[in-house]
């Protein structure tokens, strides 16, 4: 497998991803970026869009979904609670939502689901070996915001509550959406929102 981080577009400049297989299979998470950067990557490897996995619908995190859709034939994978078709979630259709606790296998990678609303009622955080794709649910020391259309205080605590009983690995590297980058163990240790969720200070 090989990784790609490839940064969104200005002014959100949202961190995105894209993973392809050692059979030339490739998986966009969160495909913020312009399609050429995705498509530029693809060619230079001799690879393949099959999958596009959003954390969420928000449309600084879906900018490209629909155009690398159509190119490449690509399966969308977003939850039916995000798909609105709005200023806020763009998205006018996904081929399909996620099961809690699912695996997606894409040739040798593997990708478990859980949902974790509160940032959007359709946030999803994606384990891939040590990788945590986290989207808007968790940041390096802080966690996605909850005021804006389908935000919930309550349910983002109630996922990481969720997040730090789930056995993920100290040393997974936290991908989110936007900042810098992090690992599981450090959040736990030091993200405030974490230790307040799990402490109950918070609901």
């Known amino acids: 497998m090989k990784a790609y981080h490839v940064v969104g577009q200005a002014p959100m400049y949202t961190n995105t991803f894209l993973l392809i297989s050692d059979a030339g299979h490739g998986v966009v998470i969160d495909p913020a970026a312009a399609a050429s950067d995705y498509n530029e990557i693809l060619e ?8 596009i996995f959003c954390t969420h619908g928000h449309f600084d995190h879906v900018g490209a979904a629909e155009e690398l859709k159509a190119k490449w034939s690509a399966k969308l994978w977003c939850e039916a609670a995000d798909v609105e078709n709005s200023q806020f979630f763009p998205l006018k259709e996904a081929d399909s939502g996620y099961e809690e606790g699912e695996v997606i296998q894409v040739d040798e ?13 359709g946030s999803v955080c994606l384990l891939c070996e040590n990788y945590l794709f986290t989207g808007d649910t968790l940041f390096a020391g802080s966690i996605g915001r909850t005021d804006l259309p389908g935000g919930s205080s309550r349910q983002i605590n ?7 009983a789930l056995p993920i690995p100290a040393e997974a590297q936290v991908l989110p959406g936007h900042g810098e980058l992090s690992t599981f163990g450090q959040e736990l240790k030091n993200n405030w929102y974490i230790k307040s969720a799990c402490k109950g200070a918070l609901s």
């Open 158 to 164: 109630d996922s990481l509550r969720k997040l730090a």
């Open 44 to 51: 230079q490897e001799g690879a393949s869009l099959t999958h």
């Open 109 to 121: 990678i593997s990708f478990t689901v859980w949902h974790t609303p509160g940032h959007t009622p």
